[in-house]
């Protein structure tokens, strides 16, 4: 306390010891004086605060889109006084998608104003394509000469700036394809379903998934492909045809099969639906029959059909082929096979659409490839071809047995061009049209090949040095480490590799020059990291090009990749706590692990046995992580004695909803309880002699009774310790 009250009594008297310069504060603290110089104002000077300029503009300017706009200003002197060289600079600090056009002077060089007057002048505004009408703060900065000295001003406007209103209301509309659609179906057959995918609003839908839903094990699956159709982008009016192979099940019963198609896309620019606009996702619910065909002694069908899946252009050529099967039992004899395009206007055969084919035994299949070529005068929609199978075997009596399939080719035709209309689309674009992988199911850590085809949309300018360059999103773990971190200790940080490395090449592309509504393939080889995690990741397509006049340009595409981790799951020992006996419990474990990098979905335990019965039957794990084990432990009891069997079925849904299923069996010996022999194993004195069975009985009995009071002895005195030491 001492010691802070002199702390305290130095500084007042260092304070009180600050000499006061004269013209701030005599020596008495009591009055205070200040010096002030006089200065007085001669006729030719005139101080800064009588002289300040005016300055106002134009409210509300109108900016359209890749245009800019002038903004009046008008600067006023409302002095007495005439001042010289006047500039004045527009500048708008921190610009958001709206920027001075120019340097920003308001006039072409320096003005007089004089006292009592105005001047006007103008600047521009620049908006980028993106920009939202909002009121901008533009910051005028002006220097001029009053009686030969420079003068500097500042003053601050703002100017409301509105853009056009531009369609951001993208809608999507599903509808099935007639001139190829079947109602009904043979149980057994494979066939297509055609739809048309159409944007129906007035802005271009991107990042369109088409999902199709309700397929069945055994009723209607997937004959070949993905259950998921991806189009990068649907311009307003504009349609692309998607299609799905599916088939039916020789076992599934006749009747009328609910399916549906759900749909997600994303609008121009916007990650959120606002209000009034369209759903951002939806369904398109459509039937199947399936007609429960009896078994024909002969039967050939249609398998592994492939056609183009996306538009192709006219004269292009068109291949399809497919596999006949024999799947009767009898050889199918005077087999015609033939392929007919059923509009010879738009579609033509190139090559012979009838073969005749050897005799095909049960069992045996045989190839054919037909070739067709679009027309010149092919127009914009779905061209069906029928392929069709004619044959007769031993039992055939009357009329030949068919077969036939209706396969859509989409041709889409270029728009006929007006000479009297006006470019409408005078920037070109480029986009990526189609993409697809192989293999379709990309595993992590195993490299894969991305096919890529760029079509330049503009119809009537080229465009040239062309260069494409991929990046992707960063790389996550399946392990929840990074990749660069696996092989250190602590925590790791984020992972910011990309997820996908080129392999062989790089990332960058160069074209020399895509035509007017033409396409060209690129393909690149890519792979992940064995630790990367099941998603589907995004991959984004960077363009920079340039047209005839050399102008540049950039745009962006985005590719949905999808990767899938190997599901692994491991079984351990099954081991059993004793001998197995009639009636008796005895207690069987087994470990399992989840020694793969991804999730295990629906993990489900199943123990079956005859003879047996068991506490714990059915044991439901549920999601299993990767990295985790778990232990099924149940207590079988045995109804009769004997060799036995158990098996051990572990079932799971990996990351692409596949269900796998594991089994184990495990064969054990069942001792009879009732009839085992007490007497033999510990012998008794029948004629009066010593009783050991009763005496060593008696001691363990007594042993027991010991063991316990000394137990409950000691773990009393343990707590009377304890409570000693509380107090």
Request: aromatic share 10%; with cysteine.
């Amino acid at each position: 306390m001492k010691k802070f009250l002199c702390i305290i009594f130095t500084l007042i008297f260092f304070i009180s010891s600050v000499p006061v310069s004269a013209g701030q504060q005599n020596k008495t603290g009591a009055d205070y004086e200040f010096a002030v110089t006089d200065t007085k104002l001669t006729n030719n000077d005139v101080a800064v605060s009588d002289i300040k300029l005016n300055v106002s503009a134009t409210q509300t300017v109108t900016v359209s889109e890749g245009t800019s706009a002038a903004v009046d200003v008008t600067i006023t002197n409302n002095s007495d006084k005439k001042v010289d060289n006047v500039t004045a600079q527009a500048v708008i600090e921190n610009p958001d998608k709206a920027y001075i056009d120019g340097d920003g002077y308001i006039y072409g060089g320096a003005v007089n104003i004089y006292g009592g007057s105005s001047e006007r002048g103008s600047f521009s505004i620049r908006t980028e394509s993106d920009f939202t009408s909002k009121t901008i703060p533009i910051k005028i900065n002006l220097r001029y000469y009053l009686n030969g000295k420079v003068q500097d001003q500042s003053e601050t406007i703002y100017v409301r700036v509105t853009a056009p209103e531009k369609p951001v209301n993208p809608a999507i509309e599903i509808s099935k394809v007639d001139s190829v659609w079947v109602n009904k179906v043979d149980a057994g057959k494979e066939f297509q379903v055609l739809f048309e995918v159409k944007n129906t609003g007035d802005a271009v839908a991107r990042n369109i998934k088409i999902s199709i839903n309700g397929l069945e094990t055994g009723k209607i699956t997937l004959a070949n492909g993905l259950s998921t159709v991806d189009i990068t982008a649907l311009s307003p009016g504009d349609s692309q045809f998607v299609s799905f192979n599916l088939k039916t099940e020789q076992s599934a019963p006749g009747g009328t099969y609910m399916l549906d198609l759900s749909y997600s896309f994303t609008g121009e620019g916007d990650s959120t639906v606002d209000a009034g606009r369209s759903p951002k996702e939806g369904k398109y619910q459509f039937s199947m029959g399936v007609i429960k065909a009896p078994i024909s002694q002969s039967s050939l069908e249609f398998k592994n059909i492939t056609f183009p899946t996306g538009a192709v252009g006219r004269n292009q050529s068109v291949k399809i082929s497919f596999d006949l099967v024999n799947t009767g039992k009898y050889t199918a004899e005077n087999i015609k096979v033939t392929a007919n395009s059923q509009d010879q206007g738009g579609l033509a055969s190139k090559s012979v659409s009838q073969v005749n084919v050897k005799p095909l035994a049960p069992g045996k299949s045989a190839h054919f490839s037909f070739e067709f070529i679009t027309t010149p005068a092919a127009e914009t929609k779905n061209y069906p071809v029928e392929i069709k199978a004619t044959y007769t075997d031993e039992k055939t009596t009357e009329s030949s047995n068919e077969n036939s399939q209706i396969v859509g080719v989409f041709v889409k035709a270029p728009k006929e061009k007006d000479p009297n209309a006006k470019d409408q689309s005078p920037v070109p674009k480029l986009i990526i049209e189609e993409y697809s992988f192989d293999p379709q199911i990309i595993e992590a850590g195993r490299p894969f090949k991305m096919y890529l085809k760029l079509y330049n949309t503009n119809a009537n300018k080229n465009v040239r040095n062309i260069k494409i360059f991929l990046t992707s999103d960063i790389q996550e773990s399946a392990t929840g480490n990074s990749q660069d971190s696996a092989n250190t200790s602590g925590p790791s940080p984020s992972s910011t590799a990309s997820v996908f490395t080129p392999v062989g090449s790089s990332n960058t592309f160069y074209v020399d020059n895509i035509g007017p509504g033409k396409r060209v393939d690129k393909e690149i080889t890519l792979t992940t990291v064995p630790d990367t995690a099941a998603k589907t990741y995004t991959v984004i397509a960077n363009f920079e090009y340039e047209d005839a006049q050399a102008n540049k340009y950039e745009a962006t595409e985005q590719i949905g990749v999808p990767v899938v981790q190997q599901a692994k799951l491991e079984v351990g020992e099954i081991v059993p706590q004793s001998e197995f006996s009639t009636g008796m419990d005895t207690p069987l474990s087994v470990d399992f692990y989840n020694t793969g990098k991804a999730t295990l979905y629906n993990v489900m335990v199943k123990i079956t046995g005859k003879d047996l019965k068991f506490d714990t039957p059915t044991y439901y794990k549920g999601n299993f992580q990767p990295g985790s084990s778990d232990q099924f432990s149940v207590n079988i009891n045995p109804e009769s004695q004997g060799k036995k069997k158990i098996t051990l079925e572990f079932t799971f849904e990996d990351s692409t909803g596949e269900t796998q299923s594991i089994k184990r069996d495990y064969e054990f010996e069942v001792m009879d309880f009732e009839g085992m022999n007490f007497e033999e194993d510990f012998p008794v004195d029948k004629g009066g002699g010593f009783p050991f069975i009763q005496v060593i009985g008696a001691v363990v009995l007594i042993g027991a009774g010991v063991g316990t009071f000394l137990l409950i002895r000691k773990r009393k005195s343990q707590d009377d310790e304890d409570e000693d030491l509380e107090l």
